[in-house]
């Protein structure tokens, strides 16, 4: 992943700067390439349930649980553009943060607030005018396989904004970004997708059954 993602960054990097459109096809390679890795090296493979529930192409909202890097990897790969929410703080990462944004990504400021709220919906809306898919992690951020999170509202925002569904998608991943070790456990990965959720359904209810899909009905 890391030797890869240097690669792929620093040939996106040119292209952006020769002012290519076609930066997004860059992570989508890249993601590619290492799930076929996992698959070869670390005998991790991939089922997906509920695929029925998904569109491939067009716009749409994924509302999905987040518990290591390879959900990033499965969605590049499920998705013909999609289009992630991320922490601004990504921005940071050498190489790869730079190109972030002009890939079409979303940056959120997790500390902004009301107006940093509104930016991501404003900047969303421009995505999804674009014909993209976004993924958003309602969790906010990695939680451990198993425990539960407080599911952040701007999603609901997000899906009353732009009037549009939110697809739950819950995960099994065998993968777990800790402390001081990433560890990888060979078997299949299960990736459940529910049926969309109605934008205009109240707050709460909406979090309900975003909590339902993940940790009641997914595959933990």
């Known amino acids: 992943m890391l030797g890869t993602g240097t690669l792929f960054s620093l040939w996106g990097i040119l292209?952006?700067?020769?002012?290519?459109?076609?930066?997004?096809?860059i992570p989508i390679l890249w993601a590619k390439i290492c799930l076929r890795g996992l698959r070869l090296f670390c005998g991790v493979r991939l089922r997906v349930e509920g695929l029925e529930h998904l569109p491939r192409q067009g716009v749409a909202i994924i509302a999905a649980q987040h518990q290591s890097t390879l959900d990033v990897l499965i969605w590049l790969t499920l998705l013909e553009h999609p289009s992630f929410v991320f922490k601004r703080e990504l921005n940071k990462i050498p190489l790869f943060?730079?190109?972030l944004e002009p890939t079409g990504m979303v940056p959120v400021d997790r500390g902004g607030a009301g107006t940093a709220l509104r930016k991501m919906v404003a900047a969303c809306?421009?995505?999804?005018?674009?014909?993209?898919?976004?993924?958003i992690f309602p969790e906010g951020t990695r939680v451990?396989?198993?425990?539960?999170?407080?599911?952040?509202p701007g999603v609901v925002a997000l899906a009353k904004a732009s009037n549009l569904p939110?697809?739950?998608?819950?995960?099994?991943?065998g993968l777990h970004w800790g402390a001081k070790a990433f560890h990888i456990s060979p078997g299949t990965v299960i990736l459940k997708i529910h049926p969309p959720i109605a934008p205009e359904l109240?707050?709460?209810?909406i979090l309900s059954h975003l909590a339902v899909?993940?940790?009641?009905?997914?595959?933990?």
């Open 144 to 152: 451990v396989h198993g425990r539960r999170a407080r599911l952040h």
């Open 125 to 135: 809306g421009q995505v999804l005018a674009a014909g993209r898919q976004i993924i």
């Open 166 to 173: 939110l697809i739950p998608a819950a995960t099994n991943s």
């Open 213 to 220: 899909s993940f940790y009641d009905q997914g595959v933990n």
């Open 202 to 205: 109240p707050q709460d209810e």
């Open 97 to 99: 943060g730079v190109l």
């Open 15 to 25: 292209l952006w700067r020769l002012g290519s459109q076609r930066l997004d096809r």
